[in-house]
């Protein structure tokens, strides 16, 4: 059964810093492109950070380039996100998730882990 547990989510000052974590299970991790998303109460989940299946490649969002980085340790089919200058609006629920999705994929979302950026 495929499953994602994300982790690491919790309330900061702007400007400090968080690392999520997201553990995988039910497919072969290593051989897929993982991506975070995110998604603000009321809008649409929005893909942010995409890693290639070896780590080698990385691309970013405008909104997150330059603060984000995201990281992956096959050998423990564990996603990883640092988060670096939070802002405000950062503010979201965070995912994991396969960056290319089939219909049957899209069935699978783990709960997400809340970050909340507020002085």
């Known amino acids: 059964q495929v499953q994602f547990v994300e982790s690491g989510g919790e309330q900061v000052q702007p400007g400090e810093s968080l690392k999520l974590s997201c553990i995988v299970s039910?497919?072969?991790?290593?051989?897929?492109?993982m991506s975070w998303y995110r998604q603000v109460p009321g809008k649409g989940r929005g893909l942010i950070a995409t890693i290639g299946s070896h780590g080698d490649d990385s691309y970013y969002s405008v909104s997150v380039e330059g603060r984000f980085t995201i990281t992956r340790d096959n050998a423990l089919n564990t996603l990883y996100l640092q988060m670096n200058g939070l802002l405000p609006n950062d503010t979201a629920v965070y995912y994991c998730?396969?960056?290319?999705?089939?219909?049957?994929?899209?069935?699978?979302w783990g709960k997400g882990t809340l970050v909340t950026v507020s002085s």
């Open positions: 998730n396969k960056r290319w999705m089939t219909r049957e994929d899209e069935n699978y």
């Open positions: 039910g497919f072969d991790f290593n051989r897929y492109a």
